[in-house]
């Protein structure tokens, strides 16, 4: 599966209807410092506003994989836990269900949107 192409298509598709603008990266560093990456990273502006997405794939989920033994379980709750305390909204999925970043990725944009746009009606009316 080409994940990247994927991303990309949904991506586009974003830009046209949401008018929004990225970028992808793959295989990205996005803390300074820190050995690890992101399979996916997306940067990305909504209604002026910047956002930070990484995306995981993991893989080796039914065969005792290094995402679900003790050593690379915890590794990976740490990385985790610094996307979350540098703004980077983290988006988890196994090659089986990588399908649902479609529905993930249109949600996200659209649930910004929505607030972006209730939040500055109710501002108008007061």
Not at 18 to 38: D, Q, S
Not at 66 to 87: I, P, S
Request: net charge neutral; aromatic share 18%.
């Amino acid at each position: 599966m080409n994940y990247k192409l994927i991303l990309f298509k949904i991506l586009e598709d974003l830009k046209n209807i949401a008018n929004i603008e990225y970028t992808l990266k793959e295989e990205y560093k996005p803390i300074p410092n820190r050995k690890f990456r992101a399979d996916f990273f997306i940067e990305m502006m909504i209604c002026g506003i910047f956002f930070s997405i990484a995306i995981e794939i993991e893989g080796g989920v039914w065969v005792y994989g290094r995402h679900n033994r003790a050593t690379g379980f915890l590794k990976d709750m740490k990385k985790y836990n610094l996307y979350a305390v540098n703004n980077i909204y983290l988006l988890r999925y196994t090659p089986q269900n990588f399908s649902d970043v479609v529905r993930d990725l249109y949600g996200f944009v659209f649930n910004v949107e929505e607030v972006y746009y209730d939040t500055n009606k109710s501002i108008e009316n007061k």
